[in-house]
């Protein structure tokens, strides 16, 4: 079946430590994406990518980066300069278009202690 | 610039009751309008999706929803909500770039 793999499910780490958050698409979509959810917060975009190796940062990018070597795969790392990585990590790609819609992983929540 | 308002946040409601989860927008382009639902510690499933044509889109699990642009709104409306429909539900609309913008979620809390 094609989808959207984000692992792992949880992951935990120190602060001041980055840390790499993996997704991974077979559904032959141009564009990825990575969301931030915290609660009572919504969706809030980190980073996107139509293409492979173009990325465009999204409303809240300082702190994380991101690579788009293959179009199977947008990691997303989250640095040390990010204030509060707490939080639940959502994926998603889609076909290009604006009547595209997102199709999405289940997410990788980061705990940093 | 795009944005999303969705009125409340929390909406309990009992069994085999109708319910209906309100969204505004406002969007200097044409607009195209999505709907999610997100179950605990799992990703965004599409419920349903709004691109041109009659205002009333029918989705997955019964719900449905109207676009009303004099109102720029697209309320989800379910006419008889089961114990499994409790959960947290998105509205989104599509930015000139072609990104969702979301709004924070309505939790609907079904109560048998």
């Known amino acids: 079946d094609g989808g959207i793999t984000q692992s792992p499910k949880y992951l935990f780490r120190k602060e001041g430590q980055n840390v790499t958050l993996s997704c991974e698409q077979n559904?032959?979509?141009?564009?990825m994406y990575w969301y931030r959810q915290d609660p009572g917060q919504g969706l809030r975009l980190i980073y996107y990518?139509?293409?492979?190796?173009?990325?465009q940062k999204g409303d809240i990018a300082e702190g994380y980066s991101v690579s788009r070597e293959k179009k199977e795969s947008f990691p997303l790392t989250v640095t040390s300069a990010q204030k509060n990585p707490t939080a639940f990590y959502l994926c998603?790609?889609?076909?290009?278009?604006?009547?595209?819609?997102?199709?999405f992983g289940n997410g990788t929540r980061l705990t940093v202690t | 610039a795009q944005s999303v308002t969705q009125l409340d946040s929390q909406v309990p409601v009992f069994e085999e009751a109708p319910v209906e989860l309100r969204c505004n927008y406002s969007s200097s382009v044409s607009v195209y309008l999505f709907w999610y639902v997100q179950y605990p510690n799992q990703g965004l499933q599409l419920l349903l999706k709004?691109?041109?044509?009659?205002?009333l889109v029918k989705g997955i699990n019964g719900f449905e929803a109207e676009f009303n642009k004099s109102q720029t709104s697209f309320h989800l409306r379910k006419p008889s909500v089961h114990i499994s429909d409790t959960a947290e539900y998105f509205c989104a609309v599509t930015t000139l770039q072609g990104n969702l913008i979301f709004g924070k979620g309505t939790k609907l809390s079904v109560k048998p």
């Open positions: 998603a790609s889609s076909m290009p278009g604006r009547n595209s819609p997102l199709h």
């Open positions: 990518s139509q293409i492979v190796n173009d990325f």
């Open positions: 709004y691109l041109s044509g009659s205002t």
């Open positions: 559904l032959n979509h141009d564009a």
